[in-house]
């Protein structure tokens, strides 16, 4: 059973739709904006820029009355799937029984928590507004979708932190080719809120200010600080092919399949360094499509410019695909900042042959991870694209796609 | 391919271990009492199902695990007791763990808001917020017992616990895994306590579900985490399966956020799911374990969602809710009553829903109330089911092998 890509939405700094999104890969040159500091969650020094959306383009797709209840993410990812149903051409259903949703969210709903518990905190637990609270739940973009689009199938929200993307791939997936399901709704969703931002930077995971004061992701550079926080969407409407053809539609891309791994030795917080039980299930995973690492045309990487997870999410690309000859190494995160949307429509855009620009703030190698990112000379169209992604904590996950018609 | 659960563990507002959820169960009392965890002044409700201090040994066990969230300690302890029962040492790289939460170590990022805030005392550590995330639990498991497959957090609120299990029964199925550890966990916190306070969808008293005066929900915490393998494998290897887990089945009602289709018609398509996966039918319905809130709107749209798939045999088919005893575990919810389904299997009886009001005739449905209800030999299938904010409805089939 093939199983197709027919349509995609993207929300994202810089970015409202796949086409927007298309262009600013090819342009690579990340226009990060300045996060509100006035809580004074922030420290002195740290981060001060994110790749944020920009919600003033909101309206072509949502009207306020619909936006009103929604936190940031559910916005993200109901515009998302609203651009999905319309590049796949498709109609909304009013109630539609054979639709699924499935998003994959890292950090939550980070804009609505912060807000109740200022609430409870400060004003007292009565205070609470349960318009937020309904808000609150990991679940609310994927059930804001559902109300969205009418649909009625199997509604799943998964979380694994940056893995998040392509465990929600591997459930649509399932979804599909076990006949639950005939078209999934399946995506990646995060806000980034001041608090988030200060966490993150806490933890040493943003993209430090340079001498200039420029914050910069670089990719598998020696001078990697950190991400370039970020938030967004993407979503993919994901179909069995006999069934998009049979509907006159476009198949843009395949997924061929996704899967994961899990090393019980990295530490709580962090990758680790050595890819372990991680390589040897990207291995895995790539005899079962029958697949040897020459048949990799294209990878794209979760890679955003932190030395370790990079450094780790280097290591099993080269591990698994070979220390020479390695395929192009995509590292959107650089361009968009880091959030599992742009992993998607990346991987997408990659597997449809989309120009990508040369990865931005790289230019000194950072031997330890031993790999150059792509420099943006053009590259012949895949036949396939490995997108791979590490977490804090232990997992690893894979995804592999191939192109379409377009 | 049958896939079976040959190991269960749990831990509730009885305490640390199937054996106390059991026995709690069975008496028909309730753990929703007074919690201690946190100040609970000025809300509606000041009840909940807390879980209590470990016994010696247990709490030894607790001690060696650091910097976990309570939510992961509860996952842990719960997954070592599955293990322990499936007659299995640890994981491997075809073990995967797929767990439910909805709010993980949300306790411990609060006292580091608290903190910022200026309410509460003390620096805000990073490390309160380790295991924040989502995905704690599962990861805490995983790192526990060697789980080297995939480990997959599941969030989808109240549902949670019961797609993790339908997730994982997919991966034995489809030969991902060779081994499942499957389930959910969720602490108490402000966030839900007050939320769910906000919402005025709290009984003040303890939750009595199916009730004429039912006044809504009390929250509990805890962990249930079921093994899932394939009956061949179980076999292969002299394990004694406990249940089949027979199907899963998920649906989204697209009606509303909070509120449940009136007429149950996203149960009743998740239910339908579940038995057709199965290979199953109403008809071989034999009890059911009720997703049963005590909202007033959750238990008249579950009730009339199981007289449609039932028809004339709803007000005999036996039902329980545990929620009565348990509170409203949330993301664990699934998970937790997962496991009092195959431990009532095992037993041939229901056990009866904590509270002491009348069941509400409108409704006509069969409380078991009081004291266990002990089945025919020839009852083997029970429907569990489980639905969530944001009209995310998920139904388990478990069923007893023979």
């Known amino acids: 059973m093939k199983i197709s890509i027919s349509g995609l939405g993207v929300v994202t700094s810089g970015a409202w739709g796949w086409d927007e999104a298309e262009r600013i890969f090819s342009a690579a040159d990340p226009k990060p904006v300045n996060i509100d500091r006035s809580a004074g969650y922030h420290r002195e020094g740290g981060a001060r820029k994110a790749m944020l959306v920009d919600s003033a383009r909101m309206g072509d797709w949502l009207k306020p009355m619909a936006a009103r209840r929604m936190s940031p993410a559910s916005r993200f990812a109901v515009c998302a799937s609203l651009m999905a149903y319309r590049d796949a051409g498709l109609e909304i259903l009013p109630y539609d029984g054979t639709t699924a949703v499935v998003m994959g969210t890292t950090y939550g709903a980070a804009f609505v928590t912060e807000k109740i518990l200022r609430q409870v905190f400060l004003e007292g637990p009565e205070s609470v507004s349960p318009a937020l609270f309904t808000e609150s739940v990991a679940n609310a973009p994927a059930a804001q979708v559902a109300l969205a689009v009418g649909a009625r199938g199997a509604n799943n929200t998964v979380t694994q932190r940056q893995v998040s993307v392509i465990a929600a791939l591997k459930q649509a997936d399932a979804l599909l080719r076990s006949g639950v399901a005939d078209r999934v709704l399946v995506g990646a969703v995060d806000e980034m809120s001041p608090l988030l931002h200060a966490i993150l930077d806490r933890f040493a995971a943003l993209a430090q200010p340079d001498d200039d004061g420029v914050e910069t992701g670089r990719p598998f550079d020696a001078r990697g600080s950190g991400w370039l926080g970020a938030e967004g969407a993407a979503v993919v409407l994901l179909e069995r092919e006999d069934d998009v053809r049979n509907r006159g539609g476009l198949v843009r891309a395949r997924l061929f399949g996704a899967g994961s791994a899990f090393d019980p030795g990295a530490p709580r917080s962090g990758w680790g360094k050595s890819p372990g039980p991680r390589a040897e299930g990207l291995g895995a995973f790539l005899v079962d499509h029958g697949l040897s690492p020459g048949n990799v045309d294209r990878v794209v990487c979760s890679a955003g410019g932190l030395p370790e997870a990079d450094r780790l999410e280097a290591k099993l690309i080269r591990e698994v695909l070979g220390e020479r000859g390695l395929p192009p190494v995509l590292a959107p995160m650089a361009t968009a900042g880091s959030h599992g949307g742009v992993l998607l429509a990346a991987s997408v855009l990659a597997a449809a042959g989309a120009t990508f620009g040369p990865t931005p703030g790289f230019a000194v190698p950072d031997r330890e991870a031993g790999i150059v990112p792509h420099d943006g000379r053009p590259m012949p169209g895949p036949e396939t694209v490995l997108l791979t992604a590490c977490a804090p904590g232990g997992s690893a996950g894979w995804a592999l796609l191939g192109r379409g018609d377009v | ?402």
């Open chain 2, 1 to 402: 391919m049958k896939v079976v659960i040959t190991g269960v563990g749990a831990v509730s507002g009885f305490g640390w271990g199937v054996e106390e959820l059991c026995r709690g169960l069975e008496s028909g009392a309730t753990s929703i009492r007074t919690p201690s965890v946190f100040d609970v002044e000025g809300q509606r409700t000041t009840l909940a199902a807390e879980v209590g201090p470990p016994d010696a040994d247990a709490q030894m066990e607790i001690d060696h695990l650091r910097n976990l969230s309570r939510a992961d300690i509860f996952a842990v302890i719960a997954a070592r007791e599955a293990l322990v029962r499936a007659g299995l040492e640890g994981g491997g790289p075809r073990t995967g763990v797929f767990c439910g939460g909805s709010t993980a170590g949300m306790a411990e990022c609060e006292d580091f808001v608290g903190r910022i805030v200026g309410v509460r005392p003390g620096k805000p550590m990073l490390k309160l917020l380790a295991s924040q995330q989502l995905n704690g639990p599962g990861d805490a498991v995983a790192r526990d017992i060697g789980a080297c497959g995939p480990v997959v957090g599941f969030s989808s609120a109240c549902a949670s616990g019961a797609m993790a299990l339908g997730a994982a029964l997919q991966a034995v199925r489809s030969g991902e895994v060779d081994v499942a550890l499957a389930g959910g966990a969720d602490s108490l916190c402000l966030l839900t306590y007050s939320g769910f306070n906000a919402l005025r969808s709290v009984d003040p008293g303890a939750c009595q579900p199916f009730r004429k005066d039912r006044q809504g929900l009390s929250l509990g915490e805890g962990a249930g985490m079921l093994v899932l393998e394939s009956l061949d494998q179980a076999v292969a290897r002299g394990a004694e399966p406990l249940a089949e887990l027979a199907g899963y089945g998920a649906s989204c009602d697209a009606h509303h956020m909070t509120a449940p289709h009136p007429e149950g018609d996203g149960a009743l398509a998740a239910m339908q799911a579940a038995l057709k996966d199965a290979g199953l039918e109403g008809i071989d319905i034999d009890a059911v374990n009720a997703h049963g809130t005590g909202t007033a709107h959750n238990d008249q749209s579950e009730s009339c969602a199981l007289r449609r798939l039932l028809g004339d045999r709803s007000p005999e088919v036996p039902l329980t809710a545990p929620k009565g005893a348990l509170g409203h575990v949330l993301g664990a919810a699934g998970a937790l009553e997962a496991v009092a389904s195959v431990v009532a299997l095992e037993r041939g009886a229901v056990f009866p829903t904590a509270g002491s009001a009348p069941a509400d005739s409108d409704l006509h449905i069969d409380l078991v109330l009081e004291n266990p209800r002990q089945l025919p030999p020839t009852s083997q299938t029970w429907i569990s089911t489980n639905f969530a904010f944001g009209g995310a409805n998920a139904a388990l089939v478990v069923r007893r092998l023979v």
